[in-house]
């Protein structure tokens, strides 16, 4: 089977035929010629070329059958797939991305159904939610607590208990793991983060399991026309050929200032799945990019620290080149069981020395 690696630089490309371009051209054209005599593209809302090598190099990553559904982010994939549930309750990490739980409970309660959340870590407590639910949204790590669960366990539970497993792949990447092989019958992905990788488009994606989901999903895509621009999906396949060089350093990166920082005076707590004390080491995708923080001196000085930094930026989002961090529950919305001086920092392609040089030296600032 062809390697990630391989896939990511040679998937997605025009026919090798004498003077054919390397890349795919962008096609900007909301309509086609097409008189309805033969097949062929209609509307580009419905489908487009320039979606077409994007979606095909994403499912072959994920060793998915049906062609990613490329989205205008990574809210409207999501939104696509919970719509892909029978209406009712939805299960989902206490600790999800929160805009995921605000779309899920609005969803489920228009239709009177609700949102229980849980220790997605928990495979009891999470598989004691599933009977009669209509669908389980997974994050493994979850969004921001790095929380792992155990995805082959709760997916064999969900279709017992006929409950759509839904993982928002965007932490671990492809490379990471693969959701499709461990029982899920969608992913998403907000491709925004790592799968674009340099902060510069905001896109998403789902794919299926099954040619019904692929479907159901198509038409939702297109009948709510929550679709992508040629532009910026020419531009997350182009960050896209170089994901398993950044992953690779990214995930170092993040695995080894995780181990400096564990060790750090002025540190209350690290968290990474690569740590050997985190509870569910095992459960770890090849890769993470995330780690978190609590400075000691609690809120105030993860404030200060964020505002210390120089080559840290303090943004929100996550996935570029760039290494950035940021205070979780500056966000009214975020869980209240986030710890409120948690840091959430996105590793970056930069030098190891100078990432940690700068971190300690903020540290040295932000904890009086
Ligand atoms: C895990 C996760 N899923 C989904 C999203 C939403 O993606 P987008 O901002 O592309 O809509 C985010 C955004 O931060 C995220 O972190």
């Avoid at 719509?83 to 239709?111: C, D, F, K, N, T």
Wanted: with cysteine.
């Amino acid at each position: 089977m062809t390697k990630p690696a391989t896939i990511l630089a040679q998937s997605g490309r025009p026919d090798r035929v004498q003077g054919s371009p390397v890349n795919p051209p962008i096609v900007l054209s909301s309509t086609y010629r097409n008189s309805g005599t033969e097949p062929g593209n209609i509307y580009a809302r419905w489908d487009t070329e320039t979606w077409n090598p994007f979606e095909q190099t994403l499912a072959a990553l994920e060793g998915a059958d049906f062609p990613a559904l490329v989205h205008s982010s990574g809210m409207a994939a999501i939104t696509t797939a919970l719509h892909a549930a029978r209406p009712g309750r939805i299960v989902a990490p206490r600790h999800s991305y929160h805009a995921s739980l605000v779309v899920a409970r609005e969803m489920a309660e228009r239709e009177g159904g609700e949102v229980v959340t849980v220790d997605i870590a928990n495979t009891d407590e999470v598989v004691s939610a599933l009977p009669g639910a209509s669908a389980v949204l997974l994050e493994s790590p979850t969004n921001p607590m790095l929380e792992l669960a155990d995805i082959p366990t709760i997916a064999d539970a969900a279709h017992e208990a006929g409950t759509l497993v839904i993982v928002d792949n965007t932490f671990a990447t492809p490379l990471g793991q693969q959701p499709l092989s461990m029982g899920a019958d969608i992913v998403v992905h907000s491709a925004t983060k790592y799968l674009a990788g340099h902060s510069d488009v905001i896109l998403g994606a789902a794919l299926a399991a099954t040619e019904e989901l692929h479907q159901t999903m198509w038409d939702y895509r297109t009948h709510t026309g929550s679709v992508a621009g040629p532009f910026e999906t020419w531009l997350a396949l182009r960050g896209m050929r170089t994901l398993s060089l950044r992953f690779e350093r990214i995930t170092a990166n993040a695995a080894e200032l995780a181990r400096r920082l564990a060790d750090h005076p002025l540190v209350e707590a690290v968290a990474h799945p690569s740590l050997p004390d985190h509870p569910n080491h095992e459960r770890a995708p090849r890769g993470c990019g995330v780690l978190t923080l609590r400075p000691k001196g609690g809120r105030e000085a993860a404030d200060r620290l964020v505002e210390a930094t120089s080559l840290w930026l303090p943004a929100t989002s996550l996935g570029g080149v760039e290494s950035s961090l940021e205070r979780r529950r500056r966000f009214a919305d975020e869980a209240e069981t986030v710890p409120e001086d948690l840091l959430r920092l996105s590793c970056g392609i930069e030098d190891i020395e100078d990432l940690w040089e700068d971190l300690d030296r903020a540290l040295g600032v932000a904890v009086r």
